[in-house]
Nanobody
């Protein structure tokens, strides 16, 4: 079964940077879009950024110009470079992949989440 493992979260001061990574593994046939979502306490999960297998990207308005998403298809890994972090960026960040495995039809997969905390 496809598994997504995130890393790179932590505590940072406002204005600082973090880089999140998410590696997919486990019987992967193909991966289409990959993306990052976040969920703050008491709020719904929201899209932060996405990237297609061809490298096309999209961003939520609240991160444009500050965050950059990228992926390494050879490693089945997606990254999120987060700069100029603000306290309101504090949330659990989740990786998502639209993937097909050798044993299952195409569907979405989620990572376990990584905490990002930005102090003021």
């Amino acid at each position: 079964q496809v598994q997504l493992v995130e890393s790179g979260g932590g505590l940072v001061q406002a204005g600082g940077s973090l880089r999140l990574s998410c590696a997919a593994s486990g019987g992967i046939f193909s991966i289409n879009a990959m993306g990052w979502y976040r969920q703050a306490p008491g709020k719904q999960r929201e899209l932060v950024a996405g990237v297609t297998s061809g490298g096309r990207t999209n961003y939520a308005d609240f991160v444009k110009g500050r965050f950059t998403i990228s992926r390494d298809n050879a490693k089945n890994t997606v990254y999120l470079q987060m700069n100029s972090l603000k306290p309101e960026d504090t949330a659990v960040y989740y990786c998502n992949a639209d993937a097909t495995s050798w044993s299952e039809r195409r569907r979405g997969y989620w990572g376990q989440g990584t905490q990002v905390t930005v102090s003021s």
